[in-house]
């Protein structure tokens, strides 16, 4: 029989076997985040990823971000416990689709956010994340029009903070689309001390109630700079483990999800479908790998490059 306990000591037995580290993001499950040698937001993990010495990278988290070590790390075997943790952002921005717009637009610089495919990357100039999206878009001269893809949420956002000339393509997270304004303007009222923090991901209106909008390691940053606040939570509801662990009383609630969302609370089922079974048997078994073609690889690794040299 294989107990919860003893899972946790197999994969920690084949983690120093076989020289494997585990990078999970915040939206991991907290069996997950607890087992992973670190946890970080998209940028931090694509920075370890980079300066791993380990021979095999577990990525807990979805498919782009197990993509992305891989770029950055082609000599190592990069293991995803469950090939089908996808992003609808990722799906929402087809390469195909993608090549026509950017060559409709050949005077614009194409800027992307990190949760698209390999093939998308290879057609970017620089890549960015939520954590520094605002520092890669006012890198780029001042009159130079832009592509920014695939969230059109985020790209509003960008828009608002600097004014910028930028063309969006019409991607979103479904996760963040789905808070409910009316649910946590009725749950606001109900509790008027707690405050609002967001991803920019989320929807304008959304945004507009916040008190603080960042990354997801900026979220959490700013619940321990202010340890006896009270916060109404607007990202995916896994964050709160590392909230609650950073700061043991902080008092928080998830932002309510729309009446038709599965959850009440918004979860991202592609980052869900990872469990500590899957991540036992996928380092057992080094499989599924992430592999990416060559040509693609080098040509997207440029834009990631740059932004892991503008994020120094
Ligand atoms: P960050 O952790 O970089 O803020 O990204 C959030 C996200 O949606 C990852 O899929
Ligand atoms: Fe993609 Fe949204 Fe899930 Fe992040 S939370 S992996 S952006 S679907």
């Known amino acids: 029989i294989v107990t919860k306990v003893n899972l946790k000591e197999k994969i920690l037995q084949l983690k120093k076997d076989k020289n ?171 509790y008027p001390d707690y405050k609002i923090i967001a991803h920019p991901e989320s929807e304008e209106h959304i945004l507009k109630t916040a008190v603080y909008i960042g990354s997801t390691s900026g979220m959490i940053n700013y619940v321990k700079a202010h340890p006896n606040d009270k916060f109404i939570v607007a990202t995916e509801a896994g964050i709160l483990h590392k909230m609650w662990k950073e700061v043991p009383t902080a008092e928080l609630i998830p932002a309510p999800a729309k009446e038709d969302n599965t959850c009440a609370c918004s979860e991202c089922a592609y980052m869900k479908v990872n469990t500590m079974q899957k991540l036992h048997d996928c380092l057992l078994n080094e499989s599924p790998q992430i592999d990416v073609p060559m040509d693609i690889r080098e040509k997207a690794l440029v834009p990631i490059e740059h932004m892991l040299e503008l994020s120094k």
């Open 20 to 190: 494997a580290i585990i990078l999970s993001h915040y939206y991991q499950i907290p069996e997950i985040q607890e087992i992973a040698d670190y946890v970080g937001d998209s940028l931090r993990l694509s920075q370890l990823a980079a300066a791993t010495k380990a021979d095999i990278i577990v990525f807990a988290g979805v498919h782009f971000m197990a993509e992305t070590a891989k770029i950055i790390n082609p000599s190592k075997k990069v293991l995803l416990p469950d090939l089908s943790a996808g992003c609808s952002l990722a799906e929402s921005c087809s390469a195909d689709t993608f090549e026509k717009f950017v060559n409709a637009h050949p005077d614009h610089i194409v800027v992307t956010y990190i949760n698209c495919s390999a093939k998308v990357k290879a057609l970017t100039d620089v890549v960015c994340t939520s954590s520094n999206a605002l520092k890669v878009i006012e890198s780029i001269p001042e009159n130079q029009p832009i592509i920014f893809a695939p969230d059109r949420n985020l790209g509003q956002y960008i828009i608002k903070k600097t004014g910028r000339n930028m063309l969006l393509w019409d991607g979103s997270c479904l996760v963040h689309e789905a808070f409910s304004i009316d649910k946590l303007i009725t749950l606001h009222k109900k």
